[in-house]
């Protein structure tokens, strides 16, 4: 028999990335021996902490497959039979308290709820980060609603986004909703794209970069790309180049896959950081010049986006219950639109002035502020 879990590798952090430590996803080859069962008893008898509402659910949304194929509830297993099941969230660890914290609401209805999260929330509970998280303030301003009242570990939760990133989310308000947008998350059949600032030029206007992903051996905090696939997830990021300041460049960038960091981690391997991306090398003067007033007008870019600049502007996916495809986008959030407009200003002054100089010799005093 082969009965394979893969759970959350919970350390506190979230991820523009890897989503699939949101889900429980099992694989259980029916022994020779099994009598006619039907699979969402056998299931309940088989996983540990799982309801039979819940497996209902997962079957309802079509997060059950028997030889690859989607089941109802009342299939009856018989030997030999692969059984695939996706949950959308992990076994409970901890309780979880509301907090009163504002959210920004985009758009909501009975099933499904947008957010634009600012940046600097965490996303959700983990070690060093048990209160002030958007599951925190959801369970707030959702407290009426039964799966915000039955101390889940993530209710609603099925994608999510690191601390620092900003941008648009989809959380569920029930359990039917959850599951089904957990599939689509897990298949990858969602629209994500994000938008970065990175540092260095393009040759390409677009491009893709694969490499598996997996924690750097060196710092286990960080992770790596391993070009040649010998350990990690395989990954793929496609990239557009959407404005060039000559030493830093704006780009959109979709996922492919979703791994923890992805964005981040290809960028660098690509020689491109996230502009003030402190883990991943990107808070340095990386490009440009070695004069004074350059690095005083960089520094001061990295005060205006205290953070890696990296948005998740839009988001596609079908509606749990009307099966209408939804798409949602944002603007930049302030800090990311500031920092754009002064390299907008110090790009079109270098390529204007008839000094060809002008770049060396910065005379923007406003920048030494």
């Not at 699939?20 to 021996?33: N, S």
């Not at 209902?56 to 109802?72: E, F, L, R, T, Y």
């Not at 059984?83 to 499904?112: G, M, Q, S, W």
């Amino acid at each position: 028999m082969v009965d394979e879990a893969y759970q959350v590798e919970d350390e506190g952090k979230e991820s523009e990335g890897d989503d699939q430590d949101l889900f429980e996803h099992y694989k259980i080859v029916i022994e020779k021996g099994q009598v006619l069962l039907r699979v969402d008893k056998f299931l309940q008898n088989r996983i540990e902490n799982t309801s039979r509402s819940r497996i209902q659910n997962a079957a309802d949304a079509g997060n059950i497959h028997v030889n690859g194929k989607p089941v109802k509830s009342n299939y009856k297993v018989k030997p030999f039979d692969v059984v695939a099941v996706v949950f959308a969230y992990p076994p409970r660890d901890r309780e979880l308290k509301p907090e009163n914290i504002p959210l920004d609401i985009v758009y909501e209805d009975d099933d499904v709820i947008i957010i634009n999260k600012k940046p600097g929330m965490v996303v959700h509970p983990g070690f060093g980060n048990y209160s002030g998280t958007l599951i925190n303030a959801v369970l707030y301003h959702f407290h009426n609603l039964p799966l915000f009242q039955q101390n889940q570990p993530r209710p609603g939760l099925v994608h999510r986004l690191d601390k620092n990133t900003s941008g648009i989310m989809v959380l569920a308000k029930n359990e039917f909703a959850m599951t089904h947008l957990a599939r689509q998350f897990f298949e990858r059949t969602t629209q994500r794209r994000y938008v970065a600032l990175v540092w260095g030029d393009f040759k390409e206007d677009e491009g893709t970069i694969t490499g598996h992903i997996d924690r750097d051996v060196k710092d286990r905090k960080t992770f790596t790309v391993y070009p040649d696939g010998e350990t990690g997830r395989h990954a793929i990021t496609h990239y557009k180049v959407l404005q060039r300041f000559g030493y830093v460049t704006l780009v959109e960038c979709k996922l492919e896959t979703g791994r923890t960091h992805q964005i981040r981690v290809h960028m660098k391997y690509i020689g491109h950081p996230l502009f003030n991306d402190e883990v991943y090398g990107g808070d340095k003067v990386l490009k440009g010049t070695t004069f004074t007033n350059y690095k005083q007008f960089v520094h001061n870019c990295f005060a205006t986006i205290p953070r890696h600049a990296l948005h998740a502007k839009s988001l596609g996916f079908v509606h749990p219950v009307t099966k209408e495809e939804m798409f949602f986008d944002s603007e930049y959030p302030n800090d990311l639109q500031a920092v754009l407009e002064r390299w907008v200003k110090y790009f079109e002054n270098r390529i204007t002035k008839e000094n060809p100089q002008y770049l060396e010799e910065e005379d923007d005093d406003s920048e030494k502020s």
